[in-house]
């Protein structure tokens, strides 16, 4: 079966510089979630997107912005990056409000030297 | 606001046996959902099981079973003849709703002796 998909799975950045994550949900799959989960810390929501609108948001830098597409995948852009920003990136897709099927990816495991 | 409190650290268990993974939660709304994954060292989240606060039977998938109890709101996930491979860090979560936006525990590392 179909699964969630991320990219790239693992990314390196200088501080200060600009990186975009990818994730591409479940066919059909109208919900986007993303998730910031730092060393050793359980992940933490930052923003989801239904059916194109941003639907809820969490503790999400400014520096941070997202969107979800026509084809229903969504980027994640951070900008002026943080040796804080290093963490693993999950994103999360969903029917509506079916709980079964909701899936995440592999997630992003960013870096930022 | 939600909360959710794991307040294992860290478990031991022999291969073969049963093993209780604790999880008490937080919240003023009627309708919620309660949910287990496992992160493996690799990193991805694997769900396990979902339990629903309207549910009145505990939720089981295979060796995984809920342990709902709503009065005390805990909702423990307990894991039947423990594998090598079930060794994981475990996160307890919560939804709000039909919000699927999941506010997570702290998680426990289960490691599964030989």
């Known amino acids: 079966a179909a699964g969630v998909i991320q990219s790239p799975r693992h990314l390196i950045k200088e501080k200060r510089e600009t990186a975009t994550l990818k994730c591409y949900p479940i066919p059909r799959h109208d919900t986007v979630y993303w998730y910031q989960q730092g060393p050793g810390q359980d992940p933490q929501f930052l923003i989801s997107f239904y059916e194109k609108m941003q639907s809820d948001k969490g503790s999400i830098p400014d520096r941070f912005s997202a969107q979800q597409f026509s084809d229903y995948h969504s980027e994640l852009n951070m900008s002026s990056l943080e040796l804080g920003d290093s963490a693993l990136y999950f994103c999360?897709?969903?029917?509506?409000?079916?709980?079964?099927?909701?899936?995440f990816g592999s997630g992003t495991r960013l870096t930022v030297v | 606001a939600q909360k959710i409190t794991q307040t294992q650290p860290g478990m031991f268990v022999q291969e073969k046996e049963a093993v209780t993974l604790d999880c008490t939660y937080d919240t003023s709304d009627q309708s919620y959902g309660l949910f287990w994954y496992k992160q493996p060292s690799s990193g991805e989240m694997i769900f396990l099981i979902y339990?629903?606060?309207?549910?009145?039977q505990n939720a089981t998938e295979g060796r995984y079973s809920l342990n709902f109890q709503k009065a005390r709101k805990s909702a423990n996930l307990v894991i039947s003849a423990s594998q090598l491979g079930d060794s994981a860090m475990y996160f307890c979560a919560m939804s709000r709703g039909s919000n699927y936006k999941l506010t997570f525990g702290k998680g426990t590392l289960l490691t599964v002796n030989p």
């Open positions: 339990q629903g606060s309207y549910d009145e």
């Open positions: 999360a897709s969903s029917l509506g409000t079916a709980v079964y099927g909701y899936t």
